[in-house]
């Protein structure tokens, strides 16, 4: 029996298949390519749906209100406006002073005015540590997965030992030494509380960002476009910012987001202690912080509740976004 052409036999077989099932003989070279296609598609185009809008509409609206602050139609964060003591939010008009729909706190300061200065002063402090800890902790773990070796012990023993230590001890104890000695070169206690708080806070990041940037790096760094580099003669420095950093910043920016809320929420309890920003300068943290007392005998327990809302809303809005960002930059190997 002759042999039959390689060309001929592929035919056939496709063919074959063609008839179990159903399909044109053209369908079989088709399918594979409709089915990558679309699960290309589908991680590229995913939306981030209503939710994350919904975040989005929420911080967009705090940082209007942060860069807008000093043309609200409100006194000033500090300003005492008499009869606005203990006043409740939203009371009736007959005994309710106009214009400060949050109410005041305990000596007449519009409740409205400290909150959004408030904001200032926190997210400053959230951002500028999640700055710190993105700058150093992404370069330690971005040098650490791609050269591998004593180097990456070096570093992956240092970040364990910042994990080892509690990170609100940490925190408080770096804010606490810091803290005359940053007001002596600065001048302004509200300044230096504010640079204590961000360096001490950024110290505290700097292990999660580099571990999840460590990791990241360790995939990508044995990626095929990275042996091509090499191999063109590519200097690892150009290799690590120009081929690998990009495949790992979206990574880097979820797990920074997630961190910048648990940083909002350390400010708070960095305040509570008595390592924040001192009074008058209002931050959400020392808001909580002058209005506890009363709360508990309830003369005026808006002033803790309208702070303690405005950290929950931001920081599930920013735990929000950075799943969402997450997901879907999330491309697996699987998929593509």
Request: proline share 5%; with cysteine; charged share 15%.
């Amino acid at each position: 029996m002759p042999e039959q052409p390689a060309d001929t036999l592929r035919e056939q077989a496709i063919a074959a298949d063609a008839a179990a099932t159903g399909l044109p003989v053209d369908a079989g070279l088709e399918v594979p390519i409709a089915a990558a296609e679309a699960g290309t598609e589908g991680v590229f185009k995913k939306r981030l749906g209503i939710g994350a809008w919904v975040a989005i509409a929420w911080l967009g609206l705090l940082l209007l209100l942060m860069v807008f602050a000093p043309l609200l139609p409100t006194p000033g964060p500090r300003e005492r406006v008499s009869g606005l003591a203990f006043q409740q939010p939203l009371c009736s008009a007959s005994d309710c002073i106009s214009g400060h729909p949050l109410g005041g706190d305990t000596i007449g300061r519009d409740m409205t005015a400290r909150l959004v200065y408030g904001a200032r002063n926190s997210l400053f402090i959230g951002v500028g540590a999640v700055v710190v800890g993105f700058l150093i902790g992404g370069f330690l773990g971005l040098v650490a997965g791609y050269y591998r070796g004593r180097l990456e012990s070096y570093i992956v023993g240092f970040l364990d030992v910042l994990l080892s230590v509690p990170a609100l001890i940490l925190a408080l104890s770096l804010a606490i030494f810091l803290q005359e000695r940053v007001q002596e070169i600065v001048g302004s206690n509200e300044m230096a509380g504010r640079l204590t708080l961000t360096f001490a806070l950024g110290i505290v990041a700097i292990p999660s960002i580099g571990r999840i940037t460590r990791a990241n790096t360790l995939v990508w760094a044995q990626r095929e476009f990275v042996t091509a580099a090499r191999a063109q003669g590519a200097k690892d420095s150009r290799i690590m910012f120009r081929e690998v950093l990009p495949n790992v910043v979206p990574a880097m920016a979820a797990i920074a987001l997630l961190a910048l809320a648990v940083l909002i929420i350390a400010e708070a309890a960095l305040s509570i202690l008595g390592a924040g920003i001192t009074p008058p300068a209002p931050t959400w943290g020392n808001i909580i912080v002058e209005g506890f007392d009363y709360l508990t005998n309830g003369r005026a327990p808006h002033i803790v509740f309208e702070a303690s809302g405005a950290i929950f809303l931001t920081v599930l809005a920013i735990n929000y976004l950075g799943d969402a960002i997450r997901e879907r930059f999330d491309v697996r190997e699987a998929r593509l």
